[in-house]
């Protein structure tokens, strides 16, 4: 079946740009969506990517899709203390026509002063 | 006001009881889903509404119920609660058609002791 797969933490210093990984197994996936967790709230949509893309930049982020070898990635310039939260990948595929979303484990992201 | 609200947001129940979790959204969206979120294993799908009159199990749904009252409103039962069921509940929606994009509530986080 569907999967997906992030590591599960990541460490940065405030000012530095970071990468959040992700991979999938999904060939037909269409669209690839990161959302934010902070703590004690619910997840909110960042961006998202469909699979025809390479690239989708929107303001500090960057989401960079290498279909070939089922990779997503963010990056976030000049990170901050506040964008301290679990970072979630996601994806859908048409072949389901469902809109269920397949989620991986989230990465926390640890931003330090 | 936040589109998609959920009650109560922290329950402690005792194993065997019957509880109830509530979602409402404004948003206007027809599709709505329920998941369940556990430490390091992203979100599971439990049940999903396309409509008033459709509804699905998602990948985690033995020991659940749901109950679709009108397009703003989904419910999410636990028929006789088990401590195994301690988790943070989400609900989410999403409009018809692609890109499939979830907005989700603020969570239920559920105890049963």
């Known amino acids: 079946g569907e999967d997906v797969e992030q590591s599960l933490f990541l460490s940065v210093r405030e000012g530095d740009s970071s990468v959040i990984n992700c991979t999938y197994t999904?060939?037909?996936?269409?669209?690839l969506y990161w959302y934010k967790q902070e703590p004690g709230a619910g997840l909110q949509l960042l961006t998202y990517i469909f699979s025809n893309m390479d690239m989708k930049q929107d303001q500090r982020l960057t989401v960079l899709l290498n279909k070939k070898d089922k990779h997503l990635s963010l990056r976030i310039a000049d990170t901050q203390t506040g964008d301290s939260a679990i970072y979630f990948c996601?994806?859908?595929?048409?072949?389901?026509?469902?809109?269920?979303?397949?989620f991986g484990q989230g990465t926390t992201l640890q931003v330090k002063p | 006001d936040a589109d998609v609200t959920q009650t109560p947001r922290n329950r402690i129940t005792k194993t065997g009881k019957r509880i109830m979790l509530e979602c409402s959204q404004t948003k206007g969206h027809d599709r709505m889903y329920w998941y369940r979120q556990d430490p390091g294993l992203g979100l599971r799908l439990i049940y999903y509404s396309f409509d008033v009159k459709d509804i699905n199990k998602g990948e985690i749904s033995d020991g659940y119920s749901v109950s679709r009252q009108a397009q703003a409103k989904f419910s999410l039962s636990l028929e006789s609660a088990i401590p195994n069921q301690t988790a943070l509940y989400f609900c989410?929606?999403?409009?018809?058609?692609?890109?499939?994009?979830?907005?989700f509530g603020p969570g239920t986080r559920l105890t049963v002791t």
């Open positions: 996601a994806e859908t595929s048409f072949r389901s026509n469902t809109g269920k979303l397949i």
């Open positions: 989410a929606t999403s409009p018809q058609g692609y890109p499939y994009e979830q907005y």
């Open positions: 999904d060939s037909s996936s269409t669209y």
